[in-house]
Structure formats: structure tokens, C-alpha cells
């Protein structure tokens, strides 16, 4: 009996996550979904720095080489020093943040050196 429970604790938890991988890793949008539109005055501060939109659509394009028609902004959280921007591109979801006038992806740490 005890074989039994652990076998059952044991494989519920993997069967649950292993669902959860498979339903990130694709974005199904319905045909008239429409994108988040950005705060204008940040995107006119931001344009000082190319730090817009339209340049983390580039960023992205060139990431991950496909082309910007191809990205679709699901989520847009920004202020003038940082933002996150959940991403669907070419059915995947991904994730970037801004720092500064800098973009990467949102699991990346840019002061992490040692490798």
C-alpha cells in the first residue's frame, strides 16, 4: 500500500507540470485580437533613447529570426525605466524586459558575469 502511495504522490505532480510546459509554449490569439496600446508619453520619452515599441519589435524579430510581422504584444507593463512585454511570436510566448534603453529576454541577467 505504501508502494502504491508513493508511486500515485509521486507521478501526479510530473503528469500536472509536464501539461503546464506544453500549454506555454504556444499563444493561440483569437482573429480579431488586438494589441495593447503603449502609454504615448513614455513611448515619446523613450524615443530619445530607441528604446520604443517599434525597437523591441526589431530586437525581437532579429532574437529570434522571423520577421515583425510576426509578433503580436499580448502584455505591455512600462515605466520610464523598465518594462515587461509578454510576446507571441510565431506561436510561441515569450518574454522580454527593458532596462534602461535595453531589451532582453526576461529570464536573462545582464549583471551575471561568471560563466
Known sequence: MKKLLFTVVLA????????ETQKDKKCDLPANY??????KKIQS?????D???SDLRKHVAID???NESDIVFLRISEQKGNGLYDLCVKGKNLKY???GSVFMKANENPFDVAK
Open 12 to 19: 501526479l505532480p510530473t503528469i500536472y507540470f509536464a501539461q
Open 34 to 39: 488586438q494589441e495593447p496600446a503603449p502609454d
Open 45 to 49: 520619452f523613450l524615443k530619445k533613447v
Open 97 to 99: 524586459k527593458r532596462m
Open 51 to 53: 528604446a520604443t515599441i
Open 64 to 66: 529570434n529570426d522571423c
